[in-house]
C-alpha cells in the first residue's frame, strides 16, 4: 500500500517568515494529495489540494507543489501569522480509494 | 447541510463497557471513514466503507473492534470490551462521489476508558 511520510514533525517560525512542510509517497497511482489543518481540539479540515496533473497551486498565502517524478509535494505558507499555529497533515490518495495521511507538523508561529 | 455529524462528543466509561460511536456523513456521499487519532500514532485508518461496503478493516486494531454501514447515512464503531489502551479520538469522514472528493471531517468522538 501506500506510505506518506512528513517532515518536519515540528517546526517554529517567527511571525511573517515562511514555513515549509515536506511530505513523501511511494505509490504511484496516487493522484490526489490534500492538505489539512487541524487546530487544538478541533476537526482536521482541507486547506489546499493538488491533482496530480498539477505542479503548482496557490491559494492567497497558502501554495502546494507537486513532483510526481520524485514523488514528492511540499506545503509552503507565507507571511505566517500566530493563527496559523496548528498541526498540518499531508495526505495522497487514488481513485475512490482511501486516503494515507502523514504524521503530522506542528506548526508554531511567534509573535 | 450540517456536515457530518459524529456522537456521543465525549465518552467517559470503565474498562470492559461496551462503547458505541455513531456517525452521520454528509447525504451523497458515498464514502465513509473511521479514523483514530492518538498523540502517539497520529490519524489511523480503522475502516472505509464505499457504498455501504466495507472495503478495507485492516486498520481495525482486534477482534474488540467492529463497524457497520446498515445504510447510506448512518454507521456505528462499536468496541467491547473497552480497554484504557482504546483512549483516543475517534473521527469519522465523508467523501463525496466523483473521482477525487474532499475529505470531511465530523467533530470527532473523545473516548476515556478508565
Known amino acids: 500500500g501506500e506510505n506518506v511520510e512528513q517532515h518536519p514533525s515540528t517546526l517554529s517560525v517567527q511571525e511573517g517568515d515562511s514555513a515549509v512542510i515536506k511530505c513523501t509517497y511511494s505509490?504511484?497511482?496516487?493522484?490526489?494529495f490534500p492538505w489539512y489543518k487541524q487546530e487544538l481540539g478541533k476537526r482536521p479540515q482541507l486547506i489546499i489540494d493538488i491533482r496530480s496533473n498539477v505542479g503548482e497551486k496557490k491559494d492567497q498565502r497558502i501554495a502546494v507543489t507537486l513532483n510526481k517524478t520524485a514523488k514528492h509535494f511540499s506545503l509552503h505558507i507565507t507571511e505566517t501569522q500566530p493563527e496559523d499555529s496548528a498541526v498540518y497533515f499531508c495526505?495522497?490518495?487514488?481513485?475512490?480509494?482511501?486516503?494515507?495521511f502523514g504524521t503530522g507538523t506542528s506548526l508554531t508561529v511567534i509573535p | 447541510d450540517a456536515g457530518v455529524i459524529q456522537s456521543p462528543r465525549h465518552e467517559v466509561t470503565e474498562m470492559g463497557q461496551e462503547v458505541t460511536l455513531r456517525c452521520k456523513p454528509i447525504s451523497g456521499h458515498n464514502s465513509l471513514f473511521w479514523y483514530r487519532q492518538t498523540m502517539m500514532r497520529g490519524l489511523e485508518l480503522l475502516i472505509y466503507?464505499?457504498?455501504?461496503?466495507?472495503?478495507?478493516d485492516s486498520g481495525m486494531p482486534e477482534d474488540r473492534f467492529s463497524a457497520k454501514m446498515p445504510n447510506a447515512s448512518f454507521s456505528t464503531l462499536k468496541i467491547q470490551p473497552s480497554e484504557p489502551r482504546d483512549s483516543a479520538v475517534y473521527f469519522c469522514?465523508?467523501?463525496?462521489?466523483?473521482?477525487?472528493?474532499?475529505?470531511?471531517f465530523g467533530e470527532g468522538s473523545r473516548l476515556t476508558v478508565l
Open positions: 466503507f464505499n457504498n455501504n461496503v466495507p472495503i478495507d
Open positions: 495526505a495522497a490518495s487514488s481513485t475512490g480509494n482511501q486516503f494515507y
Open positions: 505509490d504511484s497511482a496516487s493522484n490526489y
Open positions: 469522514a465523508s467523501r463525496d462521489r466523483g473521482p477525487d472528493g474532499e475529505l470531511f
